[in-house]
């Protein structure tokens, strides 16, 4: 359901970045898992290193690219039972620890 007042905030454009809001969840639980997460991912980004000769790798994204981590708000997921086996047997044999900086 609708858990703000309609009016309250200026309505999000697709085209135009912007802060998360409330207009961004479906709940203020879900307002709060989401920046949760992004401080998690933010501390991933900080440490991570490349590998010495191979480089690095970094995918970031939305709900699709988390899939790779196997969760969405980094709690696993169903959906995604399976994609990180096929991120550690394809990419990240070129690319070892990947950063995958995603969040649904």
């Known amino acids: 359901g609708l858990w703000l007042l309609l009016g309250s905030q200026k309505e999000e454009q697709p085209d135009v970045a912007s ?3 409330q207009r961004s969840a479906r ?11 992004q401080a998690v991912l933010a501390s991933e980004a900080a440490a991570h290193t490349a590998s010495p000769g191979k480089g690095s790798l970094a995918l970031w994204g939305d709900s699709i690219t988390e899939s790779w981590r196997g969760t ?8 995604a039972n399976g994609t990180p086996a096929v991120l550690a047997q394809t990419l990240a044999r070129r690319w070892p620890s990947p950063a995958v900086l995603a969040i649904s």
């Open 19 to 21: 802060p998360r809001t």
């Open 27 to 37: 709940s203020a639980a879900q307002l709060a898992k989401w920046f949760r997460w």
């Open 72 to 79: 969405s708000y980094g709690t696993p997921a169903g959906r």
